[in-house]
């Protein structure tokens, strides 16, 4: 057995590895499964990356659909007017979010494509690592389309893109070829088998749009297979897949294992509360006032809705919750004045918003005492959602009976009436519901076919918006990357 020296963090983080003299036939020929592991957790590390952290892959995601806004509070989120841009769906090719989101991707594919070269002949870490490149690809195609597929294969210098029907071709051989490697074991951390099948029921969902060829019995089966593994239940406590200490949840499927010593960078509490919220919390560092829900999202639920609660709203008190917190900054016309006060309501998107307009996101407890970076794990892949993927699935086959169940599930565990009759716009808004603040409301929007429309400080947007720019600082540094049609 080969001898490794190393330290663990919370879950898998890896402050320290030493494989001195570690061939890549001592690792194939080693039984040991901590020493593969190791291998590959610098790949890991960086799917935990910038995922949680603001002006990456979640920011565009949540700020470009209705879910959220960051309004512009005078010279506060100025950033060049970005984030209002992001909003209105006015976008420019060179934002720097979409360049960060690019290379948090293309970052840890890059790592994969190491890993898989180093270490070829490592049949089981081979397998999960291609699936784990399949999970960004799967990012990838619905956030740019177009994108350059490369492997460990691939050579001659700057790629060319790939079409979208090619790199959905590629995710779906990438899962199909190796899922029956991988563990059946509720690993919660890394991919498993049951972690491939949801990724192929989120992918086969998309199908219409990614390839437009709609695969609804297909995304139904996958599923079913995570559904009927019996490995994963939903929470009786909704909030319970958010708290700072969920690593236990029997509901979520795949997390990033954020840790605010070893893994940081879920920096949702600076992102979203207020500066005096900081005495709510007993915050390390002062928040940062930025993203805000939109009043009609807000009003969706019903107030019945245990799921409401992922939404600070109304009066603000410090930690005692006695003391009224104020905001003595506050604008002259804010009708709340300086007592801290949350309002559905936001004046306008920029440039003057209220400080202290909109509700904020409070989907993920805030620790008392807790640092700029969170310690709850960030859940990628869920069962609420894959439920809801098997009632939209279902239904649009025209099994209406197998998609209330499935859908009532979700309503029953929130508190709401069951429903009796369904329609598509009635699953697209349980969807939004359900996963608000979890990066899924932009490929809903578009797969529902709602992207295209206006909203509060949103004019109807052109068609070919439904796919984000290539960066245009990857098209300068690589002249062989073409731009998507549109811009």
């Known amino acids: 057995m080969v001898p490794v020296v190393f330290l663990l963090g919370s879950c898998w983080e890896l402050e320290q590895e030493v494989l001195d003299g570690v061939t890549p036939e001592d690792v194939a020929n080693s039984e040991n499964p901590i020493l593969i592991d190791v291998l590959k957790a610098s790949a890991y590390s960086k799917i935990v990356g910038s995922w949680g952290s603001h002006n990456s892959i979640w ?22 007017g970005l984030w209002l841009r992001m909003h209105r769906h006015t976008w420019g090719t060179s934002e720097d979010a979409f360049n960060n989101s690019w290379n948090y991707c293309f970052s840890a594919i890059g790592e994969i494509n190491n ?52 790199v959905y071709a590629f995710i779906e051989s990438s899962i199909k070829d190796n899922m029956d490697l991988l563990s059946k074991d509720d690993t919660k951390t890394t991919i498993n088998y049951y972690t491939a099948h949801a990724m192929l029921a989120k992918l086969y969902l998309n199908a219409g749009i990614y390839i437009g060829t ?38 979520n499927i795949l997390t990033l294992p954020y840790d605010e010593n070893n893994a940081g960078g879920f920096n949702l509490a600076q992102m979203t509360l207020h500066y005096a919220s900081q005495n709510t919390y007993n915050l390390q560092e002062q928040p940062w006032n930025g993203y805000a829900s939109l009043e ?93 993927i098997k009632a939209e699935s279902a239904f649009r086959l025209g099994k209406t009976g197998p998609a209330l169940t499935a859908i009532n599930q ?65 098209i300068n540094a690589n002249p062989n990357l073409k731009q998507n049609p549109g811009y």
């Open 410 to 474: 979700i309503r029953t565990r929130a508190g709401v009436p069951a429903y009796t009759t369904l329609t598509l716009d009635l699953i697209f808004e349980e969807r939004g519901r359900e996963m608000f603040a979890e990066a899924s409301r932009r490929t809903d929007q578009i797969r529902f076919g709602k992207w295209n429309q206006p909203w509060w400080e949103k004019a109807a947007s052109q068609p070919f918006r439904a796919l984000f720019p290539i960066p245009l600082q990857q």
């Open 59 to 80: 920011s565009i995601q949540e700020v470009s659909s209705d879910e959220m806004a960051i309004p512009q509070k005078g010279a506060d989120w100025e950033d060049g």
């Open 214 to 251: 709609p695969k609804w019995a297909e995304a139904e089966a996958a599923a079913d297979v995570v559904i009927n593994s019996g490995k994963f239940s939903l929470s009786s406590n909704f909030f319970s897949n958010f708290s700072t200490r969920n690593g236990g949840s029997t509901e």
């Open 115 to 166: 890993l898989i070269v180093s270490f070829p002949d490592v049949e089981l870490l081979v397998a999960e690592l291609k699936v784990l490149r399949a999970l960004n690809y799967l990012w990838l195609i619905d956030s740019f389309g177009n994108v350059p597929i490369v492997t460990e294969t691939t050579t001659g210098g700057n790629p060319t893109n790939n079409t979208r029907a090619e």
């Open 296 to 388: 009609e999202f807000y009003n969706s639920y019903d107030d019945s809705d245990v799921r409401k609660a992922a939404f600070i709203e109304g009066p603000q008190f410090a930690a005692d919750g006695i003391t009224r917190l104020k905001d003595l900054s506050a604008e002259p016309g804010d009708p709340d004045g300086q007592p801290l006060t949350f309002t559905p309501k936001i004046n306008m998107l920029g440039p003057n918003a209220y400080r202290q307009a909109g509700v904020r996101v409070g989907k993920f407890e805030f620790a008392s005492g807790a640092a700029a970076s969170l310690s709850n794990d960030y859940p990628l892949i869920r069962l609420g959602d894959i439920i809801l």
